[in-house]
């Protein structure tokens, strides 16, 4: 079975501030992707990061960084100076090896407002 | 980059009607498009696997015959919600997978569409 969790529901954060969105994750594959969405008030799922379940080194992408933990089987996103426009909900999605190909499994989403 | 394409992009109807969903890979063949429906403030939910040239794949749950999927076309997929009703409104999006890249590739995902059945 494949399962995402993201506990935190609503985050709100002040301008500049930095923030971690959690995600964790089960998987009975050995080979699996991870994957971090946004969601803006429009509506839109924009991509941000794809991540194979054989490279865990850490990704730095501006302000935007992720870290992947095998061991805890997590995947959390850190927003560096968080600024008004990151205000969105935020995806982590799971896609495994076992199952249909290009199917993703969605978290719930974690709400970030972030506040001027 | 790869475009998926989404139209309408909010569509109110009256109870009753059907209304046509389309989705469109702008820049590549797409063999497998998926469409998923949101709540407010939920997760996204996969509804059904869309394979051009045969039949969809609902998932559990799903009534195959309230939503029909259509994807006659390498770069047209269509989801027609049949008789709908208020509990239909929703916000439905769907996305492609070009038939060239990797596994691993990332989908591409239309706009959505907001469905409002009064």
């Known amino acids: 079975a494949q399962k995402v969790t993201q506990a935190q529901t609503e985050i709100s954060v002040v301008e500049k501030e930095d923030v971690t969105l959690d995600c964790v994750y089960e998987?009975?594959?050995?080979?699996?992707?991870l994957f971090w969405y946004k969601q803006p008030p429009s509506g839109e799922l924009v991509f941000l990061i794809r991540?194979?379940?054989?490279?865990?080194q850490n990704e730095i992408s501006g302000r935007y960084s992720w870290n992947f933990q095998k061991s805890t089987s997590s995947f959390n996103f850190t927003i560096t100076a968080s600024q008004v426009v990151d205000s969105a909900v935020y995806f982590c999605?799971?896609?495994?090896?076992?199952?249909?190909?290009?199917?993703?499994?969605f978290g719930r989403g974690t709400q970030l407002t972030v506040w001027p | 980059g790869a475009v998926v394409s989404q139209h309408p992009s909010r569509v109110i109807c009256k109870s009753g009607t059907s209304v046509k969903i389309e989705c469109r890979s702008l820049?590549?063949?797409?063999?497998?498009m998926f469409w998923y429906r949101q709540f407010p403030k939920q997760s996204l939910m996969l509804m059904a696997t869309?394979?051009?040239?045969?039949?969809?794949?609902?998932e559990q749950g799903v009534e195959k015959d309230k939503f029909l999927i259509n994807h006659a076309s390498l770069t047209l997929s269509t989801l027609t919600v049949t008789s709908a009703h208020p509990e239909d409104s929703s916000f439905y999006i769907c996305?492609?997978?070009?038939?060239?890249?990797?596994?691993?590739?990332?989908?591409?995902f239309g706009n959505g569409t907001r469905l409002t059945v009064t």
């Open positions: 996305s492609a997978r070009p038939g060239q890249l990797s596994y691993n590739s990332p989908l591409h």
């Open positions: 998987t009975r594959d050995t080979t699996y992707y």
């Open positions: 991540r194979n379940s054989f490279d865990e």
């Open positions: 999605a799971l896609k495994g090896r076992g199952s249909t190909l290009g199917r993703l499994y």
């Open positions: 820049d590549f063949q797409a063999t497998t």
């Open positions: 869309s394979n051009e040239g045969s039949k969809a794949t609902y």
